[in-house]
């Protein structure tokens, strides 16, 4: 056992266990630590399993934890502990390669990604929207895509549009098109 982050990270690259169960929330502050640790194993040690509890849905963690490799991985809430055979079961999935993940996380990942306003650009709008990220100007956009000057325009109105981002004296558009873009890479 272990009493911290960093007392699991030494104990996973001493013994090499083939399957963690790790607590989202892990001292000293109880915030993320234990999810931190775990996408450190996932990263350096591919072959070890990791259930994850929660006490409540946090997608950024989910996401996190599944968007790198989804083989010997799980993400519970701790509700499900509660019920024993389901534990097990998933505990087993988990420590044989499989996913676990907790019906109530999956609702939620699929429920924002329908609701996602960047799911409604085309992909030449997210391309637009990318390189409005790297920073480029309506003139680099053109220039990149070999387009007009007047379609990149129309192709940003059009984001605009679609990420309900209307005109106001108080914000700055473009800014706020790329930050809804950047929360969700």
């Not at 001493?14 to 109880?30: A, G, I, S």
């Not at 055979?85 to 499989?98: H, I, K, M, N, Q």
């Not at 709008?125 to 920073?135: D, H, I, K």
């Not at 070999?146 to 914000?171: Q, R, T, W």
Request: no cysteine; glycine share 6%; charged share 25%.
């Amino acid at each position: 056992m272990w009493s911290d982050a960093d007392g699991l990270l030494r104990a996973v690259g001493e013994h090499r266990p083939d399957l963690v169960v790790v607590d989202v929330r892990m001292p000293p502050t109880h915030t993320d630590e234990g999810i931190r640790a775990t996408l450190v194993i996932r990263r350096q040690y591919p072959a070890v399993a990791v259930l994850v509890l929660s006490q409540y849905v946090e997608e950024r963690y989910a996401t996190d934890l599944l968007s790198a490799q989804t083989s010997g991985v799980g993400y519970l809430l701790k509700d499900r502990v509660a019920h024993v055979s389901d534990f097990l079961d998933a505990l087993r999935r988990v420590a044989a390669g499989g996913t676990a993940l907790d019906p109530e996380v999956v609702a939620q990942l699929i429920a924002r990604r329908r609701t996602d306003p960047v799911d409604r650009l085309t992909p030449r709008e997210s391309e637009v929207l990318r390189l409005m990220a790297e920073g480029r100007s309506n003139t680099g956009i053109a220039d990149a895509l070999k387009v007009s000057h007047s379609a990149v325009e129309k192709y940003v109105s059009n984001i605009f549009g679609k990420l309900d981002l209307m005109p106001a004296e108080s914000d700055h558009r473009r800014v706020l098109a790329v930050l809804k873009y950047l929360s969700l890479t």
